[in-house]
């Protein structure tokens, strides 16, 4: 009897699996990836690196901001009354002389002086309230953390700041946890003129027993842990919040009255962990923010393929009702935007650096004692052929939020300058400080970028 096991399926030689497996890929490569995935997988082609035909494209992941787009398509036909109606409310522009040192990689101040001192007072006094607003270049506090660790270590303080309800990228933010079901984030870009949206650009709704949960991240320096929790919320109807600070154990419980007014949950709570259910109907939260009473803090607050300019319809009554309640009021505010509205195409960004400079007013008017510096895009790569260099376009775009700083009168600083200039982010690439689409920083490049731009606050501060 023959015990040996065949299979009649047939057997294809290596060559042939082989040959079968570049054609599958091939097929796959012809896809519209970006445009399928909503460019959460890239594009790729198995033959761009060998093909040398003329004139060869320029291969470059542009994301630009939909709400930048129909913006700028209607541009053309803005009047000039339109515009002055949504900045009424707004400091008048005053532009300010040249900074009187503007040496490549420093920050160059256009407010006359007034953002300097604000600056020098806050550090006086051992507390800086900072937060830096932008896309998914800061996304993950990769960038913004480096900068708050370095200022903590002058300064004090303790935890990471403002902390949003729901994001995506909690998965690999390191500075805080974050873990929570049943709150819907809505969007700056989808509805600008709400009243509701302040600096985060986001806003969150909770479902009848929502619940979030904070873990300090471990063995970090300063963020491991927090001395007080904010939370900034309306209430449509009565209803209750509970807390608990040793995972679920012992709850509290806070009643919440309904009011069309913004409240503040403030309470001196400190420890490396923290748990809160929410039971109002229709409760509006505004974020929550763990940090400590003096030392430094500084929140990110990012938006994924954000191009910035929906921030000019930003609230001022509502940030002026946080800040009295004790909520944020800053003394710096950093403002990181441009790669999604950055192109090969496109090589004139005077219509975007005019709405950015409406942006810059509108924050100013929002926290009129914050100093208020505006960061240039950083370099960013383009493939043509084997080859990767800078994309031509880059220094347009920074030209373009160095007048729009000026005109505002805030601070601005070159990120692109301070990285090393044209060719820059090939550099970085080869020190393994940038990701494989030569636009975004990896941790070790937040770690250099924050180490840099440190060093250039400071000299302002100590100057």
């Not at 060869?56 to 339109?82: N, W």
């Not at 800053?330 to 950055?342: F, R, S």
Request: hydrophobic share 35%.
């Amino acid at each position: 009897m023959n015990t040996n096991n065949t299979s009649n399926t047939p057997q294809g030689s290596p060559l042939t699996i082989i040959a079968a497996a570049i054609a599958t890929l091939g097929l796959l490569s012809l896809l519209p990836w970006g445009e399928l995935t909503g460019n959460k997988l890239k594009d790729f082609s198995l033959i761009s690196d060998i093909l040398h035909s003329a004139p060869v494209e320029y291969i470059t992941e542009e994301i630009i901001d939909p709400a930048l787009e129909a913006e700028l398509a209607k541009c053309e036909t803005e009047t000039t009354e339109t515009a002055d109606a949504e900045i009424a409310e707004e400091p008048a522009v005053i532009t300010h002389s040249e900074p009187h040192t503007p040496v490549p990689g420093t920050i160059e101040d256009y407010s006359g002086g007034t953002a300097t001192a604000r600056l020098k007072a806050a550090a006086a006094s051992g507390t800086i309230r900072g937060a830096m607003i932008g896309d998914s270049y800061i996304e993950g506090d990769i960038f913004s953390g480096s900068i708050r660790r370095r200022l903590q270590d002058r300064f004090g303080g303790q935890g990471v700041g403002y902390v949003p309800m729901t994001t995506a990228v909690a998965g690999f933010r390191r500075t805080v946890r974050i873990r929570s079901e049943g709150f819907t984030a809505h969007d700056i870009r989808n509805d600008r003129k709400d009243s509701l949206h302040t600096l985060p650009g986001e806003y969150f709704t909770a479902a009848p027993g929502a619940k979030i949960s904070f873990q300090g991240e471990k063995g970090g320096t300063h963020t491991a842990s927090w001395q007080r929790v904010r939370l900034l919320y309306v209430a449509p109807a009565d209803g209750e919040i509970s807390y608990s600070t040793d995972n679920c154990s012992t709850w509290n419980t806070v009643q919440v009255t309904a009011s069309p007014a913004v409240q503040c949950f403030n309470n001196p709570l400190s420890g490396p962990h923290l748990d809160i259910s929410c039971n109002v109907p229709g409760l509006v939260v505004f974020g929550a923010w763990l940090d400590s009473p003096s030392g430094a803090s500084l929140d990110c607050m990012s938006l994924r393929g954000y191009s910035g300019i929906s921030h000019r319809s930003i609230s001022i009554a509502t940030a002026r009702g946080m800040a009295s309640l004790g909520g944020p009021d800053y003394d710096l505010i950093v403002v990181e935007y441009g790669m999604n509205a950055l192109s090969s195409q496109q090589t004139e960004y005077t219509a975007y650096g005019n709405i950015m400079k409406r942006v810059l007013l509108r924050i100013k008017a929002c926290y009129p004692e914050a100093c208020v510096v505006m960061l240039g895009v950083g370099d960013r790569g383009q493939k043509q052929g084997t080859e990767v260099g800078s994309l031509a376009t880059t220094a347009a775009i920074v030209d373009a939020q160095r007048k729009a700083a000026k005109e505002a009168g805030v601070m601005f600083w070159d990120m692109r300058e301070a990285m090393g200039g044209e060719g820059s982010v090939v550099a970085w690439r080869d020190r393994g400080l940038i990701n494989a689409d030569y636009i975004h920083l990896n941790h070790n490049g937040g770690e250099e970028m924050g180490r840099l731009f440190v060093e250039s606050l400071m000299q302002v501060i100590d100057e």
